[in-house]
């Protein structure tokens, strides 16, 4: 097969990386300050899609054919502005509600709290929608923005790109430079610690799952108008590998939930490609398992020492 071919997987790879990079985000920072995996993040990734779909037509999102207009562009941006919103609010809730509660439990109690509230998101998006998958608009054409280049690069292409780099680029800033994200880490490393100096634990944990949810609302958006498809069980298959690529990467790291995102996205592109598609999440998670035996602590996790 030509370079082109190889070029233009690697692009699908890519576009789809950075969207599950985006949710892989939401499962470590998470992880990061509670040590446990919110199960329930991949089915509210399905109730943003849920509530894109429903607010596409009051914004006035429709298909056009023809290039994007400004305007066009405005309205997709309320769009992910209010469904990251909506995910990072009913974050916040859940956590309040379901996990605070559980903060001094044994561990396997939040853990199945999460198996839990994934199955209520999952039959709340059964009654929102519908069994049956459903079309959402195609906002933007099909248009090739490089012809003539053998290579394919449209408008949603472009789309993945204008959302997904600045977000990430903004939580890695908020992280690194902010007295919030000062706070945020200070808490992942120990939280007694954090406490004894003033930070407030459940403030910061309840930041952690409003910045998680928003991110994943934001990749939500962006999915539907990618694929233009949605379901009631979408959260499974995309929870699945952003978990993958959070683990990938390192638990606890979001440079390591962004570059784990887009090893599996460009893993499953190519394997997709050069094996066929029934072959993809194999692959993917033979590649998750040989790295885990030779660094268990993910490409770009660090080692921890056990707490006694």
Not at 93 to 100: C, E, Q
Not at 194 to 208: E, N
Request: charged fraction near 10%; hydrophobic fraction near 55%; aromatic fraction near 8%.
């Amino acid at each position: 097969m030509s370079a082109v071919f190889l070029l233009q997987q690697c692009l699908i790879g890519l576009t789809n990386g950075g969207l599950i990079a985006l949710v892989a985000i939401g499962y470590t920072m998470v992880y990061g300050v509670l040590r446990f995996i919110n199960f329930a993040h991949g089915d509210l990734i399905m109730l943003g899609a849920c509530a894109a779909l429903t607010l596409v037509g009051p914004l006035g999102l429709a298909p056009t054919g023809t290039p994007p207009t400004a305007a066009t562009w405005l309205r997709i941006a309320g769009l992910v502005l209010l469904c990251g919103l909506f995910c990072g609010g009913l974050n916040v809730a859940v956590d309040r509600l379901v996990y605070r509660p559980l903060r001094n439990a044994p561990a396997l109690a939040p853990l199945v709290s999460a198996i839990g509230v994934s199955f209520i998101f999952m039959n709340i998006g059964l009654a929102w929608i519908g069994p049956a998958d459903r079309g959402f608009p195609q906002v933007l054409p099909a248009a090739n923005l490089l012809p003539g280049k053998g290579v394919q690069f449209g408008w949603k292409d472009l789309l993945v790109v204008a959302v997904v780099v600045p977000l990430i680029a903004a939580i890695m800033t908020l992280m690194r430079a902010t007295r919030l994200g000062k706070a945020l880490r200070a808490v992942v490393q120990d939280r007694t610690a954090a406490a004894l100096v003033g930070i407030d634990i459940d403030r910061a944990v309840g930041t952690t799952f409003f910045l998680a949810g928003f991110l994943g609302g934001a990749a939500s958006v962006v999915a539907s108008l990618y694929t233009n498809t949605i379901g009631y069980q979408m959260g499974f298959q995309s929870g699945l590998y952003a978990l993958t690529a959070a683990v990938l990467g390192g638990l606890g790291s979001i440079r390591g939930a962004v570059a784990g995102g887009l090893v599996v996205g460009l893993v499953r592109a190519l394997s997709t490609a050069y094996a066929g598609e029934r072959w993809a999440g194999a692959i993917v998670f033979a590649l998750l398992i040989v790295v885990l035996v030779f660094r268990p602590e993910g490409l770009l996790g660090r080692r921890e020492r056990e707490r006694a």
